[in-house]
């Protein structure tokens, strides 16, 4: 690091301390609306960050719908240097057996296309940031490029353990050897390359634990997703509804189903709750807010009544504020908090889910939300909460109280400001004994 970038970082007059970074984010999805947990993630970190720091993103995206100009108006000091959209087809293919053949995970494939390196290289080489941010698992497979600026990777869990964990509710079959490769490809990644960073972020101390095993020189901070303050306030139903006129009880299930692990959740749950539901609310509707969807999925959940399938929404806040109920049915998944389930109760709704969908929350059943063991008892707590808006007020109450007090934005948004200068201060040293 040279001296010019330690000083446009830390200085001081008097007292009083001033920093400002110029910070590089590598990004696996574009992260406007902010309408998925690794998506509000980013969205709440750029918020915090960007009306002090320079922040500057060059992403990915899967669905052709980067609202650039959406998050230049949330967010008019983040720069957007490129939005690149994933490797498919044939160049995929050849992409993922190269990985396979190098013993790299299969994902990485999607993240590798030519013109996407020659311009982070150009953004290294020439942009005089100081640090990295590498965001999810598939983006610090560009670790090698960089030997000369900070970096930080925030996998937010340990992806190898959350793997295992998928393969291992999933039967013998074909999907089960793929989530094992995976699963052992990770792990060797992981093993070969954290240590390379100057700080690697999980949310949760279980994968802090798994990781620090893995790699025992790996720098590891535990830091809590963060939640922006709008998603702490109450927002008036307007949004479903105004398709779906008159007023109908709505259930609301978010997430990527082409994680195997919540795509089993939503067809369990309209396969044999949603049934039970509608014989005693007949007008009632299951909303799924999901890309990557597969296409048995697909037709079952468009071909079945009561059931509405959406890919994208404009405004993510207004979407959830039409929901009477919140369903989190994630099978298995990460030790860590999941974003989708701290935004709803944040917003103040009623949240119904698994162990899974409560993992990393300092929850109690029933005074923060409801927690179902089958996919019967889910039906029966979802009825409760239809059947009771003093139920379903209370519930919100609690929930959003205990998000404002440890996962809102003012309380964890400084933590990941420390952590960049952690990793600033860790490289400098490091530079100046070698």
Request: aromatic share 8%; with cysteine.
């Amino acid at each position: 690091m040279t001296s010019s970038r330690v000083d446009h970082v830390v200085f001081s007059i008097g007292k009083a301390r001033w920093y400002s970074m110029r910070i590089l984010f590598l990004l696996p999805d574009f992260p406007y609306p902010p309408s998925t947990g690794g998506r509000l993630k980013v969205f709440n970190i750029l918020r915090h960050l960007s009306d002090r720091h320079q922040c500057d993103i060059l992403c990915f995206d899967n669905s052709g719908n980067a609202d650039r100009a959406g998050l230049s108006a949330a967010l008019p000091a983040v720069r957007i240097l490129g939005v690149f959209p994933r490797v498919s087809g044939a160049a995929r293919w050849i992409r993922l057996l190269r990985n396979l053949a190098l013993g790299l995970p299969p994902s990485f494939a999607s993240f590798s296309p030519r013109k996407y390196v020659a311009v982070l290289k150009g953004c290294l080489t020439e942009g005089d940031y100081d640090l990295v941010h590498y965001d999810i698992v598939n983006m610090a497979q560009y670790v090698g490029l960089n030997s000369e600026i900070p970096s930080v990777h925030s996998p937010n869990d340990a992806t190898s353990l959350v793997y295992f964990r998928m393969a291992a509710g999933t039967p013998w079959s074909l999907s089960k050897l793929r989530l094992l490769t995976s699963a052992f490809l990770f792990r060797r990644f992981e093993r070969r390359t954290y240590h390379l960073f100057n700080k690697v972020h999980v949310v949760s101390q279980d994968d802090a634990e798994y990781l620090t095993n893995l790699v025992p020189k790996v720098d590891i901070a535990t830091i809590l997703i963060p939640i922006d303050d709008r998603f702490l306030d109450i927002v008036e139903p307007q949004g479903i509804n105004r398709r779906t006129l008159p007023k109908c009880p709505t259930i609301v299930c978010t997430g990527n189903l082409g994680n195997p692990a919540i795509a089993e959740g939503v067809r369990e749950f309209a396969t044999v709750a949603l049934p039970i539901i509608v014989r005693q609310v007949p007008n009632v509707r299951f909303v799924v807010l999901g890309q990557n969807v597969s296409k048995a999925l697909h037709d079952q959940l468009t071909k079945t009544s009561n059931i509405e399938l959406l890919a994208w929404v404009e405004d993510y806040r207004e979407f959830l504020g039409d929901a009477d109920v919140v369903l989190v049915p994630d099978k298995v998944g990460a030790p860590g908090a999941k974003t989708r389930t701290l935004v709803a109760m944040g917003l103040g709704l009623p949240v119904v889910g698994t162990a899974t969908a409560f993992a990393g929350i300092q929850f109690v059943n029933r005074e923060h939300g409801l927690l179902y063991k089958t996919t019967p008892e889910c039906a029966e707590l979802i009825l409760s909460l239809l059947n009771s808006s003093i139920n379903c007020e209370y519930l919100g109450l609690k929930a959003r109280q205990l998000v404002a007090d440890a996962f809102s934005l003012s309380v964890v948004g400084p933590k990941y400001e420390s952590l960049y200068l952690d990793a600033i201060a860790k490289f400098s040293s490091q530079s100046s004994r070698s």
